[in-house]
């Protein structure tokens, strides 16, 4: 854990200059998908602009729309106002926002064997708020995806939620 540790902390002030932009939402985003063993198009990065929630990663979501805090099915928006990290391991089960994930998203990670764009369900979710010294200034979600719980991998862990929480809190100084 060490490892993965500084290279946030590193990544984190690498970026800190020129604060999210694009290149750096991909910087960060890879690093968090390579840390946690997801893939790239299961990673999402909102920064926080006026009471809403805006995709920086991955990019092309940022023009299908904005979160509102006040909506009451969305997970990001949910964890932006009560500042709690949470896991949800059987996400599709649950009430969500689903307009997100008809938008097909490319990725890099996932080799040869993409799966049927329809299989693409996020199953389990970790959402954690990215915090500055006194307000919420963005949410970092991870997922797995897949067309059943069982074939989008392993649980997340409270293990995993506490190394997400400290990610985000390293990667803070990035949101600014």
Do not use: W
């Not at 949470?86 to 599709?92: G, M, S, V, W």
């Not at 392993?154 to 995993?160: G, H, L, M, R, V």
Request: hydrophobic share 45%.
């Amino acid at each position: 854990m060490a490892s993965s540790t500084i290279s946030f902390d590193q990544l984190a002030e690498q970026c800190q200059g020129e604060g999210l932009n694009p290149a750096n939402a991909i910087r960060i985003a890879a690093e968090l998908a390579r840390s946690f063993g997801v893939h790239d198009d299961e990673v999402a990065i909102f920064q926080l602009e006026s009471n809403q929630l805006k995709f920086i990663y991955p990019a092309k979501l940022a023009n299908v729309g904005m979160i509102p805090l006040s909506h009451s099915s969305s997970v990001a928006a949910r964890t932006a106002n009560t500042r709690r990290a949470e896991i949800i391991n059987n996400f599709a089960q649950q009430r969500h926002a689903s307009v997100f994930e008809a938008v097909p998203i490319d990725s890099k990670t996932r080799g040869e064997h993409k799966p049927e764009r329809s299989a693409m369900v996020i199953q389990k979710m970790m959402s954690v708020p990215v915090v500055g010294s006194t307000e919420v200034l963005g949410v970092i979600q991870l997922s797995r995806k897949g067309a059943s719980q069982k074939s989008s991998g392993a649980d997340f862990y409270p293990a995993d939620l506490q190394k997400l929480v400290s990610a985000a809190a390293m990667l803070a100084k990035c949101f600014k």
